[in-house]
């Protein structure tokens, strides 16, 4: 079994790294200031190849694995979670396009979204449904042009701010089996935005209600086949949570360096506080935690990218785990800054308030416990 990382793994890992610390770091503050990302930001990150990680070359993307996703995302994470997961979520709509949409759905969507001309946003949560994700009941009915969608998505990265929207609607009867995919574009008749939530964390993603009111769709904006558009969104939320981990494990551990440099200045009773035992401890338990909680996030990866019949449940473990232990391992490295911890300037406190949320988005961590235990029972 090895644990090592290949040779061009580590030069994924030290690529994203270097240009988050070098594009997005230093803007990361003004940016959640502002509440947006400059969207001239997100050609340079497609420049890279990852606009489009897991679309086929041939459609303009990189065809990575999901362990080299891990490692894209970890290394983003650590100069800005929120515009990692901003980019998780436009890429977990390229892998569905590319996996499930038609040859011509593909030559259609797919460069674009590589290139990142056009930045994807993810809408499957609405007011009523968020982990009863199969209730929900945004309507697209069939016309002689394509579909007539009406309804309301809830939490939608990107709303307002995004060039096209992959929509799970209900074509059909109640349930998983009557729900499909469509792309709504910005600009369509019939779209609109609610106003810009106001949160806790994630303040660069600009973040709203997409609404739906008689919003023409063309019938070929249809991804796949009808009906089958809950399992396209289930399948990609193996990988969303397999993102959203990797985010949460950046960020705790800059959070941590940040700590591990403080705590070698700071001085208290004539030393520095990293002399003494008690605090020592600390940093010997978050860095245990992460390294655990690091490995078992890519052996999750590694199952989903072999295919293996417990993949699912990885992916539930790593997402309850990683996002678990990676906040409450920032919110210990801000305790361990004291006073300082609480203020801006240090960066401690956007990183635990931008963890916050991973525990909750890509199925909160209450239903990864859900998913563990009836597939432990089912087996």
């Known amino acids: 079994m090895d644990f090592a990382l290949s040779e061009e793994q580590t030069l994924i890992f030290d690529m994203a790294k270097g240009f988050g610390e070098e594009h997005i770091a230093p803007h990361a503050q003004k940016w959640e200031t502002e509440g947006t990302i400059p969207k001239e930001l997100w050609p340079q990150i497609a420049e ?3 606009g489009g990680i897991y679309v086929s070359e041939e459609y303009g993307g990189s ?5 080299d996703a891990t490692l894209v995302f ?8 929120s515009v990692g997961s901003f980019l ?6 390229g892998g569905m396009i590319d996996k499930f949409g038609s040859e011509e759905t593909k030559q259609k ?11 994807f946003s993810y ?12 209730a929900l009941k945004t309507r697209a009915e069939r016309d002689n042009e394509g579909y007539v969608l009406n309804g309301t998505k809830a939490f939608i990265s990107g709303g307002s701010y995004s060039d096209a929207y992959v929509c799970m609607v209900r074509t059909g009867e109640d349930g998983p089996k009557g729900i499909s995919t469509v792309v709504v574009e910005d600009g369509a008749d019939g779209l609109s935005f609610g106003a810009l939530e106001k949160k806790m964390g994630w303040l660069s993603q600009p973040t709203s209600q997409v609404q739906f009111d008689d919003c023409k769709v063309p019938a070929d904006n249809l991804i796949g086949e009808e009906g089958k558009g809950f399992s396209y969104a289930m399948a990609g939320l193996d990988g969303g949570r397999l993102n959203i981990s990797a985010g949460a494990l950046g960020g705790a551990q800059k959070a941590l360096d940040l700590t591990v440099q403080y705590m070698s200045e700071r001085k208290a009773f004539g030393k520095s506080i990293n002399q003494f035992q008690a605090l020592q401890f600390r940093l010997a338990e978050y860095e245990t935690k992460l390294q655990a909680a690091r490995t078992f996030l890519r052996q999750a990866a590694w199952k989903l990218d072999n295919g293996d019949h417990d993949a699912t449940k990885f992916c539930a473990m790593a997402k309850l785990m990683v996002t678990d232990v990676a906040f409450d391992v920032a919110n210990g490295c801000l305790q361990l800054h004291g006073g300082y911890g609480y203020l801006a300037d240090y960066g401690i406190e956007k990183i635990v308030r931008d963890l916050r949320v991973h525990q909750i988005l890509e199925g909160t961590n209450e239903i990864m416990r859900l998913i563990i235990s009836r597939q432990m029972i089912s087996a």
């Open 109 to 119: 969507w797919l460069p674009d979204l590589c290139s990142m001309n056009k930045v």
């Open 74 to 81: 970890e290394a983003l994470a650590m100069a800005c979670p």
């Open 88 to 93: 998780s979520i436009h890429n977990m709509c």
């Open 48 to 50: 890279l190849g990852l």
């Open 123 to 134: 809408c499957l949560t609405e007011p009523g449904s968020g982990s009863d994700a199969a």
């Open 63 to 67: 065809g990575l694995s999901r362990l």
